[in-house]
T-cell receptor
Framework: DGGITQSPKYLFRKEGQNVTLSCEQNLNHDAMYWYRQDPGQGLRLIYY???????QKGDIAEGYSVSREKKESFPLTVTSAQKNPTAFYLC???????????FGQGTRLTVV | AQSVTQLDSQVPVFEEAPVELRCNYSSSVSVYLFWYVQYPNQGLQLLLKYLSGSTLVKGINGFEAEFNKSQTSFHLRKPSVHISDTAEYFCAVRAPYSGGSNYKLTFGKGTLLTVNP
């Protein structure tokens, strides 16, 4: 079945450590996105990529980095510069114009 | 740029009652509109979408929404809710594709619908 796979579902890290969240899609979608979700804040866009080897900052990119070396993959690294990294992270993808976004099941990151 | 306002952060209702979740948007261009549902600790699932055509859009699970361009609204409705409809609902907008523009969605902050027995 086609879809978006995020791993792991739960992730615990010590403060000051970098951590990478995985996002893979087999939908052959062009664009991929990372959102951060906090209670009462809705979804806030971190980074997005419309084509391989190209990506743009979203609204809250500070402290995060991404890469898009393959169409299927869009990993997100939460760096030690991110002041409050504990959150629920959602990856999404879209085919092109006129289509909705498809979402993964999310990764809950807890930094202790 | 687009923005989305969901007018109610929480909506409690009794089972079998009707419900309306309100969404207003602002944009300098025409937009595409979406409603998503999120169950606890899960990703988002599309309920329905408006791209063009009929302003009344029907979605999954008995939900429907009406696009009102003059009021820049896209309210979600269901005539009779079930306990299983308890979830968070998000309204989202996106500008139509125009060559070099991006596809990104802008989300509202969500409305928590709680259906009580």
């Amino acid at each position: 079945d086609g879809g978006i796979t995020q791993s792991p579902k739960y992730l615990f890290r010590k403060e000051g450590q970098n951590v990478t969240l995985s996002c893979e899609q087999n939908l052959n979608h062009d664009a991929m996105y990372w959102y951060r979700q906090d209670p009462g804040q809705g979804l806030r866009l971190i980074y997005y990529s419309q084509i391989v080897n190209d990506f743009q900052k979203g609204d809250i990119a500070e402290g995060y980095s991404v890469s898009r070396e393959k169409k299927e993959s869009f990993p997100l690294t939460v760096t030690s510069a991110q002041k409050n990294p504990t959150a629920f992270y959602l990856c999404a993808s879209t085919l092109a114009e006129n289509t909705e976004a498809f979402f993964g099941q999310g990764t809950r990151l807890t930094v202790v | 740029a687009q923005s989305v306002t969901q007018l109610d952060s929480q909506v409690p209702v009794f089972e079998e009652a009707p419900v309306e979740l309100r969404c207003n948007y602002s944009s300098s261009v025409s937009v595409y509109l979406f409603w998503y549902v999120q169950y606890p600790n899960q990703g988002l699932q599309l309920l329905l979408k408006y791209l063009s055509g009929s302003t009344l859009v029907k979605g999954i699970n008995g939900f429907e929404a009406e696009f009102n361009k003059s009021q820049t609204s896209f309210h979600l409705r269901k005539p009779s809710v079930h306990i299983s409809d308890t979830a968070e609902y998000f309204c989202a907008v996106r500008a139509p594709y125009s060559g070099g523009s991006n596809y990104k969605l802008t989300f509202g902050k969500g409305t928590l619908l709680t259906v009580n027995p």
